[in-house]
Nanobody
Framework: QVQLVESGGGSVQAGGSLRLSCAASGFALSMYSMAWFRQAPGKEREGVAA???????FYVGSLKGRFTISRDNAKNTLYLQMNSLKPEDTAMYYCARQRLALSFLTPPLAPENYNNWGQGTQVTVSS
């Protein structure tokens, strides 16, 4: 059974950092392209960053340089390092797995390319 469990969210002040984790089970993380999405209250879900099964990374332009996606295949865990956080980064953050193994569906941050989602972890950034 595929399962994704996010952790690491919390409340921080602007300028602070958080590292989100996504523990995967029921499949080998190394075989799948993965991504982080976020959704703020009253807003649509948006892609944040993606990483292919061959470790190529993609970012939303506005977040590149502040956020870093990575994976530890030995631990079957996906990460999102978030630095220089801003109040507008406040949202529920979700990790997601693409539909097909050993492939990379494009566009990299199109939600329809992902069919397994975690329950989310809340990030709140205060000014």
């Amino acid at each position: 059974q595929v399962q994704l469990v996010e952790s690491g969210g919390g409340s921080v002040q602007a300028g602070g950092s958080l590292r989100l984790s996504c523990a995967a089970s029921g499949f080998a993380l190394s075989m799948y392209s993965m991504a982080w999405f976020r959704q703020a209250p009253g807003k649509e879900r948006e892609g944040v960053a993606a990483i292919t099964y061959t470790d190529t990374t993609f970012y939303v332009g506005s977040l590149k340089g502040r956020f870093t996606i990575s994976r530890d295949n030995a631990k079957n865990t996906l990460y999102l390092q978030m630095n220089s956080l801003k109040p507008e980064d406040t949202a529920m953050y979700y990790c997601a797995r693409q539909r097909l193994a050993l492939s990379f569906l494009t566009p990299p941050l199109a939600p329809e390319n992902y069919n397994n989602w975690g329950q989310g972890t809340q990030v709140t950034v205060s000014s």
